[in-house]
Every structure is written in structure tokens, then in C-alpha cells.
């Protein structure tokens, strides 16, 4: 054999040899894989951040007072190892027979008028400043209930007590905060959120007297996807209801709302595992009949569960997406 065949043979023995050694080293590769259940693209445990709230609970109190004003206290709070590390507090506080304004208290903020009249700031400042404190030092239910207050006045019967850190930046009543705080965290469920935030769609018949609220309680996962899900919706007329109770639970006495209930729970559970986008870009029509504007698309997976109006809870989804 001359020398050219002699170096040609050489080669081809190593790049016999070298191929052998990187199938090995794949054969190896694609066995761990098996085993172990990982793929290049999958995230390993240590990737994926620690959840940031293990549960999450929502309470929402209404009553109507003398005037006819309805007032509707809400809250949503995160919870980890016992302790309250997220709180949204707001309200709804408007009379449907004389305001036209949509909004919240916190969505009003000074046009709610409260500065003027105190210099521990505005009610959303000072409703805030609650929030806060609590989700700030990450207190228990117990240091909840266990916040200082004094009775000022029949009227004002929980009010943070002067000299302490709460009173510098409230002076409100926070009675009925801490009455939807603690049912809150009697409600509360297992949840891997990441992200916690609150939506509402408001409205008014100034001349029924009638005021509908949406109200949204989402919570989304390190992946942006729905974890948790709760949509409730009120219509209260002042001159006729004695109380302020959700469509589901006057679905439990009134056959005629059963629908409307259901649909709201299908909805709910559909959403979960989506992303927010997903969520209130969910393919919707108008039948063109002056009532519904977005019943779920004919022959939709959505269309087979569920089959009321999701205006108002497509607005409140759009509204929480902005607020996580």
C-alpha cells in the first residue's frame, strides 16, 4: 500500500473512531433524558421561582343605608406561610337614584373629595396606607383583628388609634376592612399566584334605582397563566332589596337566575390555565337582539358550557390584566 492509501485509511479508522465516541456521547444524552424526564427546552425545578402567594381569598360585604346609597366593600388578599403578604381593599359607595359616576372610591381618588376635608389625605391614600401596613409587615390574621383602634363615634366605631404607625397615614373607620379581610382569609384556596389583582364593571339606572356591579378576583402563575378565578356580579335595587347578595346566591332561591349563576361558574373554571389575553379575547358575537352584545361563539368549546352575556366580564378581565 503507498503512503497516499496508507494516510486515506488513517483518516477514515478516525472518523470511524470519532463518530463512535459521539454516537456514544448522544446515546448517553438521549438515555438521561429518558430517565430523568428533562428535554432541552424544559425548565429544571430550580428554574422556576418560588410561588409568591400559596393562597388566595376574596370577600365582598354590601349593604344599603338609609339614603339608599349602596355601599360594597370588597377585598383580595395573598397569602404565604400564615402570614397576609398581599391586600386590595376598595369600595363602592354611590346612590343609584341620584350619582352617575362609575367608578370605585379608589378609582375616584380626589375627586372622592376626602383631602379637603382632612390632612391624613384622600380615602384611597388613607385605604392604602391599611393595605400596606398590613401586606408590608406581613401580619397574621391575629396581628390583624389585634391592629389598635378606638371608638370615636357610634358612627366611627373602629378607627386606628392615634400614635401608632396605622394612624399617621389613616384615620378611617376600618371596620368593615377588617370584616372582609378576615372573611377573606376564611375563604381562602391553595393557588401557585404569582400575580394578584381585582377588576370591576360598574353601572346605574338613575331611574329605577338600580345599580349593577362586575367584580373580577384573578391571581396568574410565574408562566402568566390563570391560576385563580372568581367573577361575581350584583344588580341591587334600592327601593325593593333589603340586602345586597351575589347573582349566586340568589340563584339558590330563584330558579329564573340559575343560568346566569352557572354561566358565570363555567366561565370561571374556562379561563383558568389561560393567559389574560386569552382570557378576555375569548371568540364572543352579537346576535343583534338590543340585549347580549358577546354570547359566546357558536360551536366554541366556551359555547358547549356556557352561553350568557360576557361583556361585562370581558371589561373586567381587561381592567385586572392592566392592574397585575
Same mark, same amino acid.
Given at each position: 500500500?503507498?503512503?497516499?492509501?496508507?494516510?486515506?485509511?488513517?483518516?477514515?479508522?478516525?472518523?470511524?473512531?470519532?463518530?463512535?465516541?459521539?454516537?456514544?456521547?448522544?446515546?448517553? #444524552?438521549?438515555?438521561?433524558?429518558?430517565?430523568?424526564?428533562?428535554?432541552?427546552?424544559?425548565?429544571?425545578?430550580?428554574?422556576?421561582?418560588?410561588?409568591?402567594?400559596?393562597?388566595?381569598?376574596?370577600?365582598?360585604?354590601?349593604?344599603?343605608?338609609?339614603?339608599?346609597?349602596?355601599?360594597?366593600?370588597?377585598?383580595?388578599? @395573598?397569602?404565604?406561610?400564615?402570614?397576609?403578604?398581599?391586600?386590595?381593599?376598595?369600595?363602592?359607595?354611590?346612590?343609584?337614584?341620584? =350619582?352617575?359616576?362609575?367608578?370605585?372610591?379608589?378609582?375616584?381618588?380626589?375627586?372622592?373629595?376626602?383631602?379637603?376635608?382632612?390632612?391624613? @389625605? $384622600?380615602?384611597?391614600?388613607?385605604?392604602?396606607?391599611?393595605?400596606?401596613?398590613?401586606?408590608?409587615?406581613? #401580619?397574621?390574621?391575629?396581628?390583624?383583628?389585634?391592629?389598635?383602634?378606638?371608638?370615636?363615634?357610634?358612627?366611627?366605631?373602629?378607627?386606628?388609634?392615634?400614635?401608632?404607625?396605622?394612624?399617621?397615614?389613616?384615620?378611617?373607620?376600618?371596620?368593615?376592612?377588617?370584616?372582609?379581610?378576615? $372573611?377573606?382569609?376564611?375563604?381562602?384556596?391553595?393557588?401557585?399566584?404569582?400575580?394578584?389583582?381585582?377588576?370591576?364593571?360598574?353601572?346605574?339606572?338613575?331611574?329605577?334605582?338600580?345599580?349593577?356591579?362586575?367584580?373580577?378576583?384573578?391571581?396568574?402563575?410565574?408562566?402568566?397563566?390563570?391560576?385563580?378565578?372568581?367573577?361575581?356580579?350584583?344588580?341591587?335595587?334600592?327601593?325593593? =332589596?333589603?340586602?345586597?347578595?351575589?347573582?349566586?346566591?340568589?340563584?339558590?332561591?330563584?330558579?329564573?337566575?340559575?343560568?346566569?349563576?352557572? @354561566?358565570?361558574?363555567?366561565?370561571?373554571?374556562?379561563?383558568?390555565? #389561560?393567559?389574560?389575553?386569552?382570557?378576555?379575547?375569548?371568540?364572543?358575537?352579537?346576535?343583534?337582539?338590543?340585549?347580549?352584545?358577546?354570547?359566546?361563539?357558536?360551536?366554541?368549546?366556551?359555547?358547549?358550557?356556557?352561553?350568557?352575556?360576557?361583556?361585562?366580564?370581558?371589561?373586567?378581565?381587561?381592567?385586572?390584566? @392592566?392592574? #397585575?
Amino acid at each position: 500500500m503507498g503512503s497516499i492509501e496508507r494516510l486515506m485509511e488513517g483518516k477514515k479508522m478516525r472518523l470511524r473512531k470519532k463518530n463512535i465516541v459521539v454516537g456514544v456521547m448522544i446515546a448517553t #444524552l438521549i438515555e438521561s433524558m429518558i430517565f430523568t424526564g428533562c428535554s432541552p427546552t424544559t425548565h429544571t425545578k430550580e428554574d422556576i421561582p418560588e410561588t409568591k402567594y400559596k393562597q388566595a381569598g376574596y370577600a365582598v360585604k354590601g349593604e344599603i343605608e338609609e339614603d339608599g346609597t349602596v355601599k360594597m366593600t370588597y377585598a383580595l388578599i @395573598g397569602v404565604k406561610n400564615k402570614k397576609i403578604t398581599y391586600v386590595y381593599l376598595d369600595q363602592i359607595e354611590q346612590n343609584p337614584h341620584t =350619582d352617575r359616576h362609575l367608578f370605585t372610591n379608589k378609582e375616584l381618588y380626589t375627586a372622592y373629595g376626602l383631602a379637603y376635608k382632612g390632612n391624613k @389625605g $384622600e380615602w384611597s391614600e388613607q385605604i392604602t396606607a391599611l393595605s400596606n401596613y398590613i401586606s408590608g409587615n406581613s #401580619l397574621t390574621i391575629d396581628e390583624v383583628n389585634d391592629i389598635p383602634v378606638y371608638k370615636k363615634s357610634e358612627r366611627e366605631q373602629k378607627v386606628p388609634k392615634k400614635g401608632t404607625d396605622l394612624a399617621a397615614g389613616c384615620a378611617l373607620d376600618i371596620s368593615d376592612f377588617l370584616d372582609v379581610i378576615n $372573611e377573606a382569609y376564611d375563604n381562602r384556596e391553595d393557588t401557585d399566584a404569582m400575580r394578584l389583582a381585582v377588576g370591576e364593571d360598574i353601572r346605574v339606572n338613575n331611574l329605577k334605582g338600580k345599580l349593577s356591579a362586575t367584580i373580577g378576583f384573578v391571581g396568574t402563575n410565574y408562566r402568566y397563566k390563570i391560576c385563580y378565578s372568581h367573577l361575581e356580579s350584583y344588580t341591587v335595587d334600592v327601593d325593593t =332589596d333589603k340586602e345586597i347578595i351575589s347573582t349566586k346566591e340568589k340563584a339558590e332561591m330563584d330558579d329564573s337566575i340559575k343560568n346566569i349563576a352557572n @354561566g358565570e361558574k363555567a366561565f370561571e373554571k374556562y379561563i383558568e390555565g #389561560l393567559n389574560m389575553v386569552e382570557a378576555y379575547g375569548v371568540e364572543t358575537y352579537d346576535p343583534g337582539d338590543g340585549v347580549n352584545t358577546a354570547l359566546p361563539k357558536v360551536d366554541t368549546d366556551l359555547a358547549q358550557i356556557c352561553n350568557i352575556d360576557l361583556s361585562k366580564y370581558i371589561l373586567v378581565l381587561k381592567e385586572i390584566a @392592566g392592574r #397585575l
